[in-house]
């Protein structure tokens, strides 16, 4: 008696408190979080399967239910590595197996941590908070918020982050596109994850009726998909003449230097009659810097005096010993009337971070980025006779803040440029163009998407596609183009509302670690 006394009065173990076995044993959920990662990918472009995204969300959170620490970083580990070697493999167009597979083992470290977190939010949320609401609402909603914080670090550490693979990114042609308007591609995410964490919820919830938990289920989904889109009101429109070329605008392409700038202007002159407000070149387009050679700006003062408008093309520009990727607003009359200088060059592409630390690692590979690209620091919005225009090079389409930055400094409309002619006939250039899709609804402004080699694309503030250029063909859109000043909930709040996604989920973890603890059972008699 005395010795069950000294039992009672230990702290037990966690476990011991609520069973809360696995539903499925280790080894399957190794299989299952490998599965994974493909389904997830054909969610995405090209494939753009979007309803597949939330079966891979499913089946990664079916494997976090009731694990422990060590295998939710297992199936964490395999689930991230699986997704994105295959969300990724346009990577080895550019640099080879190695950067491909280190990116991605560092993405599958991050997506493992986070595992973590969303197997402790399954083992203490229900237990901290016990009834219907907690184990089925707030145990969802936290793990689809932790889900959200996991996305929201990778996006912007380190080195700027890699906020290519969120979930969000899935949907750019799906009913819940409109969303990100309202929420933002963070809002977007959590609202994805939370309606399969939900389901998973209602699923394991035996003591409701089985029509309460369907119905449920299938209300949620109807909550989200009735918010009406963003009222995508135009204030006037832009005759743009935007040119894909399809130069030899590769890094490793044998081209004599002007190749690229030619096949620009080659393409231009299809066009050389259009009654147009200006022409957009893509990155990189004007290979020989019209700042520096009289040859290339005499070709840009000519095409600009014959059209009568001014050109917004990309350029390396040098100052000093700086190197940056430019666009330049130009004109036949007073040359470079406005630069913008990438805020985001792409590590490890465009520069190397830490390169004494890097280089001994992969040495060949490291070696061959010579020029290394300064990030930024001029404002994104060029004044185009009186028009302004959000200027995004590349990679910058899928920072959040740049477009942010750009709508904030009065933008109307996007001139998305890019170089995708690295990554050949892989998905690079349909995820990239499904991030401007995106961009265009969340920010409610055109984006005109031009690139050296496609696929190149002129979107509406409402995601339609009003022109487009295939890839790996030359040719021209010239179109009348919305413009628009209205700012979207996501543009005025979006920031605010994934800090606080991330906070809410992070504080109810430890909130609900702190309520899961065990107590002491107390064997004094009560008087």
Not at 28 to 38: E, K, N, R, Y
Not at 299 to 311: C, E, G, K, Q
Not at 434 to 451: D, F, H, P, Q, T
């Amino acid at each position: 008696m005395r010795s069950l006394h000294r039992r009672s009065d230990r702290l037990r173990p966690i476990d011991a408190l609520v069973d809360r076995r696995p539903p499925v044993p280790l080894w399957l959920a190794a299989v299952v979080a490998i599965a994974a990662g493909p389904v997830l990918d054909a969610g995405f472009p090209d494939r753009g399967v979007w309803p597949l995204t939330f079966v891979g969300i499913a089946l990664v959170l079916l494997t976090l239910m009731g694990r422990s620490v060590g295998g939710a970083l297992l199936v964490g580990f395999l689930a991230g590595e699986s997704f994105y070697l295959i969300h990724i493999e346009w990577a080895t167009a550019y640099l080879g197996p190695v950067p491909w597979a280190a990116l991605s083992t560092l993405e599958a470290i991050f997506f493992a941590l986070g595992a973590v977190l969303i197997t402790l939010a399954y083992r203490w949320v229900p237990r901290a908070f016990p009834g219907i609401g907690g184990r089925v609402w707030l145990t969802a909603a936290v793990v689809a918020a932790l889900w959200t914080a996991r996305e929201t670090l990778v996006s912007t550490w380190p080195y700027g982050g890699f906020p290519w693979a969120r979930m969000a990114l899935s949907q750019s042609e799906s009913p819940f596109a409109p969303l990100v308007a309202w929420v933002g591609f963070s809002g977007l995410s959590f609202l994805m994850v939370l309606l399969v964490a939900l389901a998973l919820q209602l699923a394991a919830t035996a003591e409701l009726p089985a029509i309460s938990r369907v119905g449920t289920a299938v209300l949620a989904v109807i909550a989200v998909l009735v918010v009406p889109a963003w009222p995508t009101a135009t204030t006037g429109s832009m005759r743009v003449a935007a040119i894909q070329g399809n130069g030899p605008a590769g890094y490793f392409d044998a081209a004599a230097p002007g190749t690229v700038m030619q096949t620009q202007i080659d393409e231009t002159l299809q066009v050389l009659d259009a009654d147009v407000d200006v022409v957009v070149w893509p990155e990189g387009s004007a290979d020989l810097d019209p700042q520096r050679v009289p040859q290339s700006a005499a070709a840009l003062d000519a095409l600009s005096r014959r059209m009568d408008a001014p050109f917004v093309v990309g350029a390396i520009s040098q100052r000093g010993d700086r190197y940056y990727n430019s666009s330049l607003l130009w004109d036949a009359s007073d040359g470079v009337r406005d630069v913008y200088d990438k805020k985001h060059p792409v590590p490890f592409g465009e520069y190397v971070p830490d390169r004494k630390f890097w280089e001994p690692f992969a040495p060949d590979l490291i070696g061959l980025i010579q020029r290394e690209y300064t990030p930024g620091t001029k404002d994104n919005v060029f004044d185009i006779d009186g028009v302004l225009a959000g200027i995004s090079i590349c990679f910058d389409i899928a920072d959040d803040q740049l477009t942010r930055d750009a709508v904030a400094g009065g933008a109307r409309i996007v001139f998305a440029q890019t170089n995708n002619a690295d990554f050949g006939q892989t998905d690079e250039n349909q995820q990239q163009l499904a991030i401007a899709r995106l961009r265009a609804i969340e920010s409610a402004r055109s984006v005109v998407n031009i690139s050296t080699v496609g696929t190149s694309q002129i979107i509406g503030p409402d995601g339609s596609t009003i022109d487009s250029i295939p890839a790996f063909r030359p040719g021209s859109m010239v179109s009348e183009v919305p413009l628009a000043d209205t700012v979207t909930p996501s543009m005025a709040f979006g920031h605010q509302l994934e800090m606080f996604i991330g906070g809410m989920g992070l504080a109810s973890l430890v909130l609900a670690g702190f309520a899961a603890r065990p107590r002491r059972v107390s064997n004094r008699p009560r008087t």
